[in-house]
Protein backbone atom coordinates (compact mmCIF):
# COMPACT_ATOMS: atom_id res chain seq x y z
CA UNK A 1 0.00 0.00 0.00
CA UNK A 2 1.29 3.27 -1.30
CA UNK A 3 1.74 6.49 1.59
CA UNK A 4 -2.23 7.77 1.63
CA UNK A 5 -0.94 11.07 1.00
CA UNK A 6 0.64 10.09 -2.33
CA UNK A 7 -2.40 8.73 -4.32
CA UNK A 8 -1.14 7.48 -7.73
CA UNK A 9 -3.43 8.02 -11.21
CA UNK A 10 -1.15 5.68 -12.76
CA UNK A 11 -0.49 2.88 -10.52
CA UNK A 12 3.37 2.25 -9.46
CA UNK A 13 3.19 -1.43 -10.75
CA UNK A 14 2.26 0.02 -14.08
CA UNK A 15 5.39 2.52 -13.96
CA UNK A 16 7.77 -0.17 -13.13
CA UNK A 17 7.16 -1.72 -16.20
CA UNK A 18 9.21 0.93 -17.78
CA UNK A 19 11.82 1.33 -15.29
CA UNK A 20 16.01 -0.42 -15.92
CA UNK A 21 16.04 -0.71 -11.59
CA UNK A 22 12.39 -0.64 -11.07
CA UNK A 23 12.65 2.40 -8.82
CA UNK A 24 13.13 5.30 -10.97
CA UNK A 25 11.88 6.32 -14.19
CA UNK A 26 12.85 8.58 -17.15
CA UNK A 27 10.77 11.56 -17.16
CA UNK A 28 10.50 14.20 -20.25
CA UNK A 29 8.09 17.12 -19.32
CA UNK A 30 6.47 18.33 -22.33
CA UNK A 31 5.87 21.87 -21.15
CA UNK A 32 9.49 22.47 -20.34
CA UNK A 33 11.29 19.50 -23.13
CA UNK A 34 13.48 18.67 -20.05
CA UNK A 35 14.71 15.08 -18.95
CA UNK A 36 14.61 14.31 -15.48
CA UNK A 37 14.91 10.96 -13.90
CA UNK A 38 11.99 10.41 -10.87
CA UNK A 39 11.26 7.97 -8.64
CA UNK A 40 8.37 6.06 -9.15
CA UNK A 41 6.63 6.62 -5.54
CA UNK A 42 6.89 10.20 -6.96
CA UNK A 43 5.93 10.35 -10.35
CA UNK A 44 2.16 10.16 -11.60
CA UNK A 45 0.97 11.25 -8.16
CA UNK A 46 -1.11 13.94 -6.76
CA UNK A 47 -1.23 14.31 -2.57
CA UNK A 48 -4.65 13.35 -1.86
CA UNK A 49 -5.82 13.26 -5.40
CA UNK A 50 -8.58 11.08 -4.33
CA UNK A 51 -9.70 12.96 -1.48
CA UNK A 52 -8.76 12.83 2.21
CA UNK A 53 -10.96 9.79 2.93
CA UNK A 54 -8.57 6.72 2.23
CA UNK A 55 -11.63 4.63 1.14
CA UNK A 56 -11.77 5.40 -2.56
CA UNK A 57 -7.69 4.76 -2.83
CA UNK A 58 -7.99 1.02 -1.40
CA UNK A 59 -10.58 0.63 -3.60
CA UNK A 60 -8.49 1.50 -6.52
CA UNK A 61 -6.02 -0.67 -4.93
CA UNK A 62 -8.08 -3.73 -4.43
CA UNK A 63 -8.21 -3.18 -8.17
CA UNK A 64 -5.04 -3.23 -8.94
CA UNK A 65 -3.48 -5.95 -6.61
CA UNK A 66 -5.79 -8.10 -9.24
CA UNK A 67 -4.57 -6.16 -12.22
CA UNK A 68 -1.27 -5.98 -11.93
CA UNK A 69 -0.81 -9.91 -12.12
CA UNK A 70 -2.66 -9.87 -15.54
CA UNK A 71 -0.13 -7.96 -17.13
CA UNK A 72 2.92 -9.48 -15.34
CA UNK A 73 1.60 -12.50 -17.19
CA UNK A 74 1.18 -11.43 -20.84
CA UNK A 75 4.90 -9.77 -20.00
CA UNK A 76 6.56 -13.14 -19.07
CA UNK A 77 5.12 -14.90 -21.60
CA UNK A 78 4.81 -12.15 -24.52
CA UNK A 79 1.09 -13.87 -25.75
CA UNK A 80 -2.65 -13.74 -24.93
CA UNK A 81 -2.93 -17.01 -24.85
CA UNK A 82 -3.93 -19.12 -21.57
CA UNK A 83 -6.09 -16.10 -19.72
CA UNK A 84 -9.11 -16.85 -18.08
CA UNK A 85 -12.06 -15.26 -18.50
CA UNK A 86 -11.75 -13.84 -14.71
CA UNK A 87 -8.24 -12.57 -16.18
CA UNK A 88 -9.52 -11.02 -19.50
CA UNK A 89 -12.25 -8.83 -17.64
CA UNK A 90 -9.43 -7.76 -14.92
CA UNK A 91 -7.44 -6.81 -18.51
CA UNK A 92 -10.79 -4.80 -19.38
CA UNK A 93 -11.05 -3.80 -16.19
CA UNK A 94 -7.52 -2.13 -15.96
CA UNK A 95 -7.92 -0.09 -19.04
CA UNK A 96 -10.82 1.54 -18.71
CA UNK A 97 -10.04 2.51 -14.90
CA UNK A 98 -6.44 4.01 -16.35
CA UNK A 99 -8.15 5.93 -18.91
CA UNK A 100 -10.82 7.41 -16.49
CA UNK A 101 -8.59 7.80 -13.72
CA UNK A 102 -5.63 9.91 -14.67
CA UNK A 103 -5.27 13.66 -14.08
CA UNK A 104 -6.13 14.47 -17.69
CA UNK A 105 -9.49 12.70 -17.40
CA UNK A 106 -9.70 14.75 -14.08
CA UNK A 107 -9.08 18.24 -16.08
CA UNK A 108 -11.61 16.80 -18.71
CA UNK A 109 -14.74 16.23 -16.00
CA UNK A 110 -13.78 20.11 -14.20
CA UNK A 111 -14.00 21.24 -18.16
CA UNK A 112 -17.29 19.82 -18.61
CA UNK A 113 -18.45 21.10 -15.29
CA UNK A 114 -17.69 24.63 -16.78
CA UNK A 115 -18.81 24.12 -20.38
CA UNK A 116 -22.12 23.00 -18.55
CA UNK A 117 -22.80 26.11 -16.18
CA UNK A 118 -21.69 28.39 -18.68
CA UNK A 119 -23.66 27.38 -21.56
CA UNK A 120 -27.16 26.15 -19.59
CA UNK A 121 -27.22 26.76 -15.96
CA UNK A 122 -26.08 30.34 -15.57
CA UNK A 123 -28.83 31.33 -18.95
CA UNK A 124 -31.42 29.31 -16.90
CA UNK A 125 -30.57 31.07 -13.61
CA UNK A 126 -31.03 34.50 -15.17
CA UNK A 127 -33.96 34.16 -16.22
CA UNK A 128 -35.83 32.26 -13.23
CA UNK A 129 -37.48 33.94 -10.59
CA UNK A 130 -35.84 33.29 -7.68
CA UNK A 131 -32.52 34.83 -9.13
CA UNK A 132 -33.90 37.77 -10.45
CA UNK A 133 -32.18 39.63 -7.15
CA UNK A 134 -28.78 38.94 -8.63
CA UNK A 135 -27.42 40.79 -11.20
CA UNK A 136 -26.44 38.94 -14.70
CA UNK A 137 -22.62 39.93 -13.63
CA UNK A 138 -22.94 38.37 -10.26
CA UNK A 139 -23.70 35.32 -11.57
CA UNK A 140 -21.58 35.02 -14.22
CA UNK A 141 -19.04 35.68 -11.43
CA UNK A 142 -19.99 32.23 -9.20
CA UNK A 143 -17.71 29.39 -9.79
CA UNK A 144 -20.15 26.58 -9.64
CA UNK A 145 -18.43 23.26 -9.15
CA UNK A 146 -18.56 19.43 -8.83
CA UNK A 147 -15.33 17.99 -7.20
CA UNK A 148 -16.48 14.47 -7.28
CA UNK A 149 -17.38 13.99 -10.68
CA UNK A 150 -14.63 12.45 -11.86
CA UNK A 151 -15.60 9.47 -8.99
CA UNK A 152 -18.39 9.01 -10.67
CA UNK A 153 -16.77 8.76 -14.21
CA UNK A 154 -14.81 6.57 -13.38
CA UNK A 155 -17.45 4.57 -11.96
CA UNK A 156 -19.47 4.42 -15.16
CA UNK A 157 -16.38 3.48 -16.80
CA UNK A 158 -15.53 0.64 -14.72
CA UNK A 159 -19.94 -0.16 -15.46
CA UNK A 160 -18.93 -0.49 -18.87
CA UNK A 161 -16.47 -3.50 -19.24
CA UNK A 162 -18.61 -5.54 -21.02
CA UNK A 163 -18.94 -2.85 -23.57
CA UNK A 164 -15.26 -3.68 -24.79
CA UNK A 165 -15.38 -7.25 -24.72
CA UNK A 166 -16.65 -7.17 -28.22
CA UNK A 167 -12.87 -5.95 -29.15
CA UNK A 168 -10.32 -7.87 -30.70
CA UNK A 169 -7.20 -8.12 -28.47
CA UNK A 170 -3.94 -7.91 -29.97
CA UNK A 171 -0.56 -8.37 -28.69
CA UNK A 172 2.19 -5.37 -30.76
CA UNK A 173 5.77 -6.72 -29.93
CA UNK A 174 8.22 -4.42 -30.56
CA UNK A 175 11.14 -6.11 -33.02
CA UNK A 176 12.77 -3.09 -33.62
CA UNK A 177 16.03 -1.36 -32.07
CA UNK A 178 13.22 1.72 -30.79
CA UNK A 179 11.48 1.38 -27.46
CA UNK A 180 7.58 1.70 -26.72
CA UNK A 181 7.17 5.22 -24.70
CA UNK A 182 4.61 5.83 -22.06
CA UNK A 183 2.87 8.84 -20.49
CA UNK A 184 0.64 10.37 -17.61
CA UNK A 185 -2.13 9.24 -19.46
CA UNK A 186 -1.59 6.06 -21.41
CA UNK A 187 -4.74 4.71 -22.80
CA UNK A 188 -5.25 5.86 -25.73
CA UNK A 189 -7.96 6.36 -28.89
CA UNK A 190 -7.68 6.00 -31.97
CA UNK A 191 -10.32 5.73 -34.87
CA UNK A 192 -10.11 5.72 -38.71
CA UNK A 193 -13.57 6.36 -39.40
CA UNK A 194 -15.01 9.90 -38.81
CA UNK A 195 -18.70 11.01 -38.78
CA UNK A 196 -19.44 14.80 -39.24
CA UNK A 197 -18.36 16.44 -36.33
CA UNK A 198 -17.56 13.39 -34.80
CA UNK A 199 -14.45 11.32 -34.11
CA UNK A 200 -16.22 8.26 -32.70
CA UNK A 201 -14.39 7.74 -29.47
CA UNK A 202 -16.86 6.05 -27.32
CA UNK A 203 -16.36 2.44 -26.36
CA UNK A 204 -18.72 1.83 -28.47
CA UNK A 205 -18.08 3.28 -31.46
CA UNK A 206 -17.77 1.48 -34.67
CA UNK A 207 -14.05 1.24 -35.57
CA UNK A 208 -12.54 1.72 -32.09
CA UNK A 209 -9.01 1.08 -31.99
CA UNK A 210 -7.42 1.55 -28.02
CA UNK A 211 -3.98 1.47 -27.34
CA UNK A 212 -2.17 0.87 -24.19
CA UNK A 213 1.92 -0.08 -23.96
CA UNK A 214 2.47 -2.56 -21.19
CA UNK A 215 7.01 -2.14 -21.63
CA UNK A 216 9.03 -0.89 -23.40
CA UNK A 217 9.14 -3.77 -26.03
CA UNK A 218 5.15 -4.49 -25.89
CA UNK A 219 1.67 -2.67 -26.63
CA UNK A 220 -1.64 -3.87 -26.19
CA UNK A 221 -4.36 -3.06 -28.93
CA UNK A 222 -8.27 -4.14 -28.37
CA UNK A 223 -9.92 -3.06 -31.82
CA UNK A 224 -12.84 -3.13 -33.49
CA UNK A 225 -11.96 -6.80 -35.50
CA UNK A 226 -14.19 -6.32 -37.93
CA UNK A 227 -13.75 -2.73 -39.39
CA UNK A 228 -10.03 -3.52 -40.20
CA UNK A 229 -7.92 -5.63 -41.46
CA UNK A 230 -4.94 -6.90 -39.80
CA UNK A 231 -1.34 -7.55 -41.30
CA UNK A 232 0.69 -9.83 -40.33
CA UNK A 233 -1.36 -11.05 -37.34
CA UNK A 234 -0.70 -14.47 -36.03
CA UNK A 235 -2.23 -16.40 -33.45
CA UNK A 236 -3.41 -12.38 -31.94
CA UNK A 237 0.11 -11.42 -31.91
CA UNK A 238 1.86 -8.72 -34.72
CA UNK A 239 5.74 -8.27 -35.02
CA UNK A 240 6.58 -5.01 -35.41
CA UNK A 241 9.61 -4.40 -37.78
CA UNK A 242 8.73 -1.11 -39.17
CA UNK A 243 9.86 1.89 -37.36
CA UNK A 244 7.32 4.50 -38.61
CA UNK A 245 5.15 2.09 -36.95
CA UNK A 246 6.83 2.33 -33.72
CA UNK A 247 7.53 6.09 -34.15
CA UNK A 248 3.56 6.47 -34.33
CA UNK A 249 2.72 4.79 -31.75
CA UNK A 250 5.12 6.35 -29.49
CA UNK A 251 3.38 9.41 -31.24
CA UNK A 252 -0.01 8.74 -29.73
CA UNK A 253 1.52 8.72 -26.28
CA UNK A 254 3.18 12.53 -26.64
CA UNK A 255 -0.34 13.27 -28.22
CA UNK A 256 -2.19 12.56 -25.29
CA UNK A 257 0.06 13.01 -22.44
CA UNK A 258 -0.83 15.88 -20.37
CA UNK A 259 2.09 16.70 -18.96
CA UNK A 260 4.61 14.11 -19.23
CA UNK A 261 6.18 11.04 -21.23
CA UNK A 262 7.66 8.19 -19.42
CA UNK A 263 10.18 5.71 -21.08
CA UNK A 264 12.99 2.84 -19.43
CA UNK A 265 16.30 3.85 -21.63
CA UNK A 266 18.14 7.25 -21.81
CA UNK A 267 18.98 6.71 -25.33
CA UNK A 268 15.25 7.20 -26.24
CA UNK A 269 15.23 11.49 -25.44
CA UNK A 270 16.10 12.30 -28.93
CA UNK A 271 13.71 9.97 -30.49
CA UNK A 272 10.98 11.87 -27.81
CA UNK A 273 12.01 15.14 -28.49
CA UNK A 274 11.91 14.73 -32.14
CA UNK A 275 8.41 13.32 -32.36
CA UNK A 276 7.56 15.95 -29.69
CA UNK A 277 8.19 18.65 -31.98
CA UNK A 278 6.50 17.01 -34.61
CA UNK A 279 3.50 16.75 -32.79
CA UNK A 280 3.09 20.13 -31.25
CA UNK A 281 1.61 21.78 -34.55
CA UNK A 282 -1.54 18.91 -34.20
CA UNK A 283 -1.91 18.78 -31.09
CA UNK A 284 -5.37 20.05 -29.93
CA UNK A 285 -7.00 20.92 -26.13
CA UNK A 286 -9.68 18.12 -25.12
CA UNK A 287 -12.27 20.59 -24.76
CA UNK A 288 -15.86 20.02 -25.33
CA UNK A 289 -18.47 21.38 -28.08
CA UNK A 290 -21.89 21.28 -28.96
CA UNK A 291 -23.85 20.60 -31.95
CA UNK A 292 -27.79 21.29 -32.61
CA UNK A 293 -29.53 17.83 -33.73
CA UNK A 294 -32.98 19.60 -33.55
CA UNK A 295 -34.28 22.77 -33.39
CA UNK A 296 -38.31 23.46 -33.10
CA UNK A 297 -40.86 26.16 -32.42
CA UNK A 298 -42.60 25.87 -29.11
CA UNK A 299 -46.11 27.45 -28.13
CA UNK A 300 -44.86 29.58 -25.72
CA UNK A 301 -42.87 31.53 -28.04
CA UNK A 302 -38.84 30.90 -28.76
CA UNK A 303 -37.56 27.34 -29.34
CA UNK A 304 -36.74 24.20 -28.03
CA UNK A 305 -33.39 22.34 -28.86
CA UNK A 306 -31.87 19.12 -28.81
CA UNK A 307 -27.90 19.05 -28.77
CA UNK A 308 -25.24 16.97 -28.50
CA UNK A 309 -22.22 17.03 -26.44
CA UNK A 310 -19.11 16.15 -27.94
CA UNK A 311 -15.56 15.90 -26.51
CA UNK A 312 -13.00 17.04 -29.13
CA UNK A 313 -9.33 16.11 -29.30
CA UNK A 314 -8.72 13.27 -28.33
CA UNK A 315 -9.17 10.93 -31.41
CA UNK A 316 -5.37 11.47 -33.35
CA UNK A 317 -6.49 9.71 -36.35
CA UNK A 318 -2.73 7.82 -36.98
CA UNK A 319 -2.26 5.33 -39.39
CA UNK A 320 -0.41 2.70 -39.08
CA UNK A 321 1.02 0.06 -42.09
CA UNK A 322 -0.24 -3.04 -39.89
CA UNK A 323 -4.12 -1.63 -39.65
CA UNK A 324 -6.02 -1.59 -42.69
CA UNK A 325 -9.45 -0.56 -43.28
CA UNK A 326 -11.61 -3.11 -44.37
CA UNK A 327 -13.45 -1.88 -47.57
CA UNK A 328 -16.25 -3.99 -47.55
CA UNK A 329 -17.28 -2.69 -44.00
CA UNK A 330 -15.98 0.93 -45.01
CA UNK A 331 -18.88 0.83 -47.79
CA UNK A 332 -21.83 -0.41 -45.21
CA UNK A 333 -20.74 2.00 -42.67
CA UNK A 334 -21.16 5.00 -44.89
CA UNK A 335 -24.53 3.61 -45.84
CA UNK A 336 -25.40 2.75 -42.59
CA UNK A 337 -24.82 6.43 -41.09
CA UNK A 338 -26.38 8.10 -44.20
CA UNK A 339 -29.46 6.63 -43.61
CA UNK A 340 -29.54 6.49 -39.63
CA UNK A 341 -28.24 10.52 -39.87
CA UNK A 342 -31.57 11.08 -41.21
CA UNK A 343 -33.88 8.81 -38.82
CA UNK A 344 -32.09 8.94 -35.80
CA UNK A 345 -30.17 12.43 -35.78
CA UNK A 346 -29.64 12.06 -32.00
CA UNK A 347 -28.07 8.12 -31.87
CA UNK A 348 -24.24 7.99 -32.62
CA UNK A 349 -23.12 4.89 -34.62
CA UNK A 350 -22.79 1.97 -32.21
CA UNK A 351 -20.83 -1.42 -32.63
CA UNK A 352 -23.34 -3.72 -31.14
CA UNK A 353 -26.92 -3.16 -29.96
CA UNK A 354 -26.81 -6.24 -27.51
CA UNK A 355 -24.05 -5.02 -25.44
CA UNK A 356 -25.70 -1.13 -25.68
CA UNK A 357 -28.57 -2.54 -23.87
CA UNK A 358 -26.43 -4.24 -21.35
CA UNK A 359 -23.87 -1.60 -20.39
CA UNK A 360 -27.41 0.69 -19.93
CA UNK A 361 -28.36 -2.19 -17.11
CA UNK A 362 -25.08 -2.17 -15.81
CA UNK A 363 -25.16 1.37 -15.52
CA UNK A 364 -28.42 1.69 -13.97
CA UNK A 365 -27.91 -0.96 -11.31
CA UNK A 366 -24.71 1.45 -10.81
CA UNK A 367 -27.19 4.36 -9.84
CA UNK A 368 -29.74 2.63 -8.16
CA UNK A 369 -26.32 0.86 -6.00
CA UNK A 370 -24.74 4.65 -5.80
CA UNK A 371 -28.24 6.07 -4.42
CA UNK A 372 -28.69 2.88 -1.61
CA UNK A 373 -25.30 3.86 -0.48
CA UNK A 374 -26.19 7.63 0.08
CA UNK A 375 -29.27 6.58 2.04
CA UNK A 376 -26.88 4.65 4.34
CA UNK A 377 -24.63 7.21 5.57
CA UNK A 378 -27.28 10.04 5.54
Sequence with gaps: MSDSKKQHYVPQFYLRNFSKDQSQVFVYILRSQNVVLS???STCQGKYFYGSDPAFEKMLQGLEDVQAPVIKKIIEQQNLNG?????WINLHTFLL???ARTKDARMIADNYVDFFVKKYIKPMMKGREEFKEYSPEYIDSLKITMPNLYKFFIGTALSGVVGISDLKPLLLVNKTQKHFISSDAPVVKNNYFKITNNDLTGFQSPGLQIFCPLNENLLLLLIHGEAYEIIGEHDSIVELTNTDDIDSLNQ??????LEIVLF???TDIVDIRRIHEMSVPIKSNKKFSEKTINKTKVKEGGYSEMVRLHLDGINYRLHFSFIRRNHKYSRWFRIQCKINSKKFPIIMPYRSKKLIEMITDNFDLLVENAKKHEKKIR
Design 83 to 87: LTMEE
Design 252 to 257: LQVLNG
Design 97 to 99: LQF
Design 264 to 266: ADQ
Design 39 to 41: PIS
